[in-house]
């Protein structure tokens, strides 16, 4: 287990993490523990009532099989809850490359360690959306 980590209020035991999708950040702490994750101060059931949101926030954890020895604490904002999922995914991956640093390789392999770079497109001046024109009349 490393020991190189970012100290969190003056206890060098929280690993952090920030990930970024969409609109969304979070910004996840993780320590050794029993395996508590909580979101925004809810449990991850709570939070992430859909299956699929909840299967993408934690499966950095099922794919490490450290489930159950960390505890989990994650500060979410902006965007949908979809992409907060997406951003818990990210941060969770980059607490646990920090808190065990042989792990990061197969993360890293497995795109959990890869930012998902899509983004809204702007609206665009003479149209009425990003894409979507103005209707057009011919008479």
Aim: aromatic share 10%; glycine share 12%.
């Amino acid at each position: 287990m490393s020991t190189a980590g970012t100290p969190v209020a003056g206890t060098p035991t929280w690993f952090m993490g920030t990930g970024r999708r969409k609109e969304s950040v979070a910004r996840v702490f993780l320590r050794a523990g029993s395996g508590k994750f909580t979101v925004n101060h809810r449990t991850v059931d709570q939070y992430f009532p859909n299956h699929a949101w909840k299967h993408d926030a934690t499966e950095p954890l099922k794919f490490t099989n450290i489930a159950d020895q960390v505890d989990v604490m994650v500060s979410a904002y902006g965007g949908g809850v979809g992409g907060q999922a997406g951003a818990v995914r990210m941060g969770l991956s980059r607490a646990i490359a920090r808190y065990n640093a042989e792990l990061r390789p197969s993360l890293r392999k497995n795109g959990f360690l890869t930012r998902d770079s899509r983004m809204k497109e702007r609206k665009k001046y003479g149209q009425k959306g990003a894409r979507k024109r103005f209707q057009f009349t011919k008479r």
